[in-house]
């Protein structure tokens, strides 16, 4: 049974999706403050975070920097601001999902369902990736480049197999929104330029002197060993 963290501040909110949630089969705790939702996260280590942008003790986006800080947690964020720029902003500050209030419980259910699938690999058959040295094990979301392992988030995860899979080709950043980020639509370049700037930081590469990482400017960006590129 998953176990949920709902971080709201929102009693009229929070009550009845604690109580719909449990009946789609979900373990469901409820914080009402940032600080004691993070309490919750370190102490109990939920399987997924719902988290609440306009929390009173503490702003939402801040509170997911925190978590990302100290945990890989997947995290979908809920909030009544429906404009991209801060759709963007979570994504960049490290959220797996969003859903805009108002949302119903079957909405919300069904994005935690999603989330949670994408966390657990795409399944038993489907082998390790290995491009140079960098090794991409789906199963059990592990990463290692030249046998030391790589501490990757979820969406960092995503975005690395997502381009493991195919090695050598430009895969453009209106296909990295729609297949990692689940966004149906271009215009938001910012969050996966961000997120492969964490990516390259981690593998110990930039963009000035890519190893794997190569930007193919105005197009994409592809995945290759080093020594590969033309």
């Given at each position: 049974?998953?176990?949920?963290?709902?971080?709201?501040?929102?009693?009229?909110?929070?009550?009845?999706?604690?109580?719909?949630?449990?009946?789609?089969?979900h373990a469901v705790a409820a914080a009402s403050t940032a600080m004691d939702g993070l309490?919750?996260?370190?102490?109990?280590?939920?399987?997924?975070?719902?988290?609440?942008?306009?929390?009173?003790?503490?702003?939402?986006?801040?509170?997911?920097?925190?978590?990302?800080?100290?945990?890989?947690?997947?995290?979908?964020?809920?909030?009544?601001?429906?404009?991209?720029?801060?759709?963007?902003?979570?994504?960049?500050?490290?959220?797996?999902?969003?859903?805009?209030?108002?949302?119903?419980?079957?909405?919300?259910?069904?994005?935690?369902?999603?989330?949670?699938?994408?966390?657990?690999?795409?399944?038993?058959?489907?082998?390790?990736?290995?491009?140079?040295?960098?090794?991409?094990?789906?199963?059990?979301?592990?990463?290692?480049?030249?046998?030391?392992?790589?501490?990757?988030?979820?969406?960092?995860?995503?975005?690395?197999?997502?381009?493991?899979?195919?090695?050598?080709?430009?895969?453009?950043?209106?296909?990295?929104?729609?297949?990692?980020?689940?966004?149906?639509?271009?215009?938001?370049?910012?969050?996966?330029?961000?997120?492969?700037?964490?990516?390259?930081?981690?593998?110990?590469?930039?963009?000035?002197?890519?190893?794997?990482?190569?930007?193919?400017?105005?197009?994409?960006?592809?995945?290759?060993?080093?020594?590969?590129?033309?």
């Amino acid at each position: 049974m998953p176990r949920l963290l709902l971080i709201e501040d929102d009693l009229t909110i929070r009550t009845p999706l604690v109580r719909a949630l449990r009946d789609r089969g979900h373990a469901v705790a409820a914080a009402s403050t940032a600080m004691d939702g993070l309490r919750d996260a370190l102490d109990n280590r939920p399987d997924l975070v719902v988290l609440d942008l306009g929390l009173p003790d503490l702003d939402g986006r801040e509170l997911l920097r925190m978590l990302r800080a100290v945990s890989a947690v997947p995290v979908i964020v809920a909030t009544a601001r429906d404009d991209e720029t801060e759709i963007v902003r979570v994504l960049d500050a490290g959220a797996d999902d969003y859903v805009v209030k108002p949302f119903t419980a079957a909405q919300l259910d069904a994005r935690v369902r999603a989330v949670l699938r994408r966390g657990a690999g795409t399944g038993a058959d489907d082998p390790t990736l290995v491009v140079g040295g960098l090794r991409v094990d789906p199963r059990a979301r592990q990463v290692t480049l030249d046998g030391v392992a790589v501490e990757l988030t979820p969406r960092e995860f995503d975005l690395l197999h997502h381009l493991a899979a195919r090695p050598g080709e430009v895969v453009t950043k209106r296909e990295l929104l729609t297949e990692v980020w689940q966004i149906p639509y271009g215009g938001a370049d910012k969050t996966v330029d961000v997120h492969l700037s964490w990516l390259r930081r981690k593998l110990g590469e930039n963009a000035q002197q890519p190893r794997y990482l190569h930007t193919v400017r105005g197009v994409g960006v592809r995945l290759e060993p080093p020594g590969s590129a033309a």
